[in-house]
């Protein structure tokens, strides 16, 4: 802070310290800051009352004096990344919403004892002829099981989908085009390869469950794991960019690490910087860490299922926004598998998946987009305290003059991790940690091995400031 308004006098300090919280919203609108509000890139900016007032109140963060300015700006990006491994998973169907039960087999029974603790849902449309006990269902709407039919009924979308039976291919996809923001569809019986929306899944959090029986309370608490098996087999696709190298980088250090992990992306170059800048950790944590180029390699699928003890995946994760690449993975599946979709695939991307993937393995899908306000605060904390290692991600540093030049080398791919321009400084070209060496050497010497460190930066700013 370097000026203080006069009606905040007394709220804030000159000389304090905050992290920006860029997800703002104010009266329910979105209202980014660099995006919707001035301050992308401006070596000074103004916080007005959008930032000090907005719906989640002030968003701007204090930081501790001793926190670095390179390891507060890379809390934000890392708060996405902790916030993928940290998904509610809603357990039974949604009180007071919108259910559609869906069958095509008359003597199917489902069962929604235990199903709402919360409350039922306001509205039942029951698709089809099927047993239903523990719910009331004497106000219901009864159609026929038609995709034509369902979407006459769908109005805004279906908060709960339940289907059962032996279910086609036109079917499934239609329940899934009216699933609404964070519905669920259940799946019991016998499913279909099918097209589903996978942007839906990361942008309005749809999900998908089943199995093969049990009650709907049951069905919806199977599998709702979030974190990486602890012992596992994972798989990281788009893993050598530079959000892919920060999910490697956490799968390596969390306490519940797999034991193996296989990366993969289309860049030798950086798969190569990964592996010498992440190898060490995973061999200091007994990690066994495979780095792999669909393009290069000679039979790529054959080499991701002899990685695997039975050639199936334990954790999916995908960074590449490429529905093809959904696809390929969703047949390494194993049971109990959770395929997390990181990367912002848009509304409307269609993936042929395997829906009997479901009932039959326990799998599930997930996906999120952004961070809380709580997020960013947990992930600032962890910072703060040293549980979480901001400053690992750092490949590239520039001073203000350097803004566009880091906006070209983020496009082109040309730095593998995070770059982080420094308004305070001048005559600092972008450059890597270790080209330090010829050009500060003070802050070279106080690097963190290969990592760039606080002292570092506290070196770069007493010499060049």
């Not at 849902?121 to 219901?140: C, E, H, K, M, N």
């Not at 469950?209 to 087999?233: C, P, S």
């Not at 170059?269 to 792999?292: D, F, H, Q, V, W």
């Not at 010829?438 to 060049?464: H, M, V």
Request: one cysteine or more; proline letters at 5%; glycine letters at 10%.
């Amino acid at each position: 802070v370097v000026a203080v308004g006069k009606n905040r006098i007394g709220q804030f300090k000159i000389g304090e310290r905050y992290l920006i919280q860029p997800d703002i919203h104010v009266n329910g609108k979105q209202m980014a800051f660099g995006y919707v509000q001035r301050g992308a890139l401006a070596q000074y900016t103004y916080a007005g009352k959008n930032i000090i007032d907005g719906d989640d109140g002030c968003y701007l963060l204090p930081l501790q004096d001793k926190t670095g300015y390179g390891e507060a700006a890379l809390v934000e990006p890392w708060t996405c990344v902790e916030s993928a491994y940290n998904i509610a998973q809603r357990t039974q169907p949604k009180a007071n919403g919108s259910l559609l039960i869906v069958s095509t087999k008359e003597d199917y029974e489902i069962d929604f004892s235990e199903s709402y603790e919360n409350g039922p849902p306001a509205r039942i449309v029951i698709a089809g002829s099927v047993q239903i006990i523990g719910i009331d269902i004497s106000d219901a709407k009864i159609i026929s099981a038609t995709p034509a039919e369902i979407k006459a009924e769908a109005m805004n979308g279906f908060d709960d989908i339940i289907i059962s039976g032996k279910i086609d291919s036109e079917l499934a996809e239609c329940c899934d085009e009216n699933l609404a923001q964070y519905g669920i569809m259940c799946m019991v019986g016998e499913m279909p390869t099918a097209k589903i929306d996978i942007g839906s899944i990361h942008y309005k959090d749809t999900r998908h469950v089943g199995a093969i029986f049990g009650t709907v309370a049951e069905i919806y608490n199977n599998n709702t794991r979030k974190d990486f098996k602890k012992g596992g087999t994972a798989w990281m696709i788009g893993a050598a960019g530079p959000m892919g190298q920060m999910h490697v980088q956490r799968a390596l250090e969390i306490h519940n690490a797999p034991a193996k992990i296989i990366c993969s992306d289309v860049s030798d170059e950086r798969l190569a910087y990964m592996k010498k800048r992440l190898g060490p950790i995973a061999k200091s944590n007994n990690i066994e860490l495979t780095c792999l180029n669909p393009m290069t390699c000679d039979n790529f699928e054959k080499q991701i299922r002899d990685f695997s003890e039975n050639g199936l995946y334990d954790d999916i994760v995908i960074m590449a926004p490429i529905a093809p690449l959904v696809e390929q993975a969703a047949r390494f599946m194993g049971k109990g598998c959770v395929m997390n979709i990181f990367a912002g695939v848009p509304l409307g991307t269609i993936a042929t998946i395997p829906l009997n993937e479901f009932p039959t393995k326990n799998a599930r899908i997930i996906g999120s987009s952004g961070s809380s306000m709580e997020a960013i605060k947990d992930a600032l904390n962890k910072t703060e305290s040293g549980c979480l290692k901001t400053n690992k991600s750092l490949v590239g540093i520039g001073d203000i003059y350097q803004a566009w030049e880091g906006i070209k080398a983020v496009k082109e791919g040309t730095y593998p991790g995070k770059i982080v321009i420094y308004p305070h400084l001048k005559n600092i070209p972008l450059q890597q940690p270790e080209d330090l060496e010829k050009s500060c050497q003070e802050a070279f010497n106080a690097l963190d091995g290969a990592f760039w460190s606080n002292k570092a930066e506290e070196e770069l700013f007493e010499q060049k400031l």
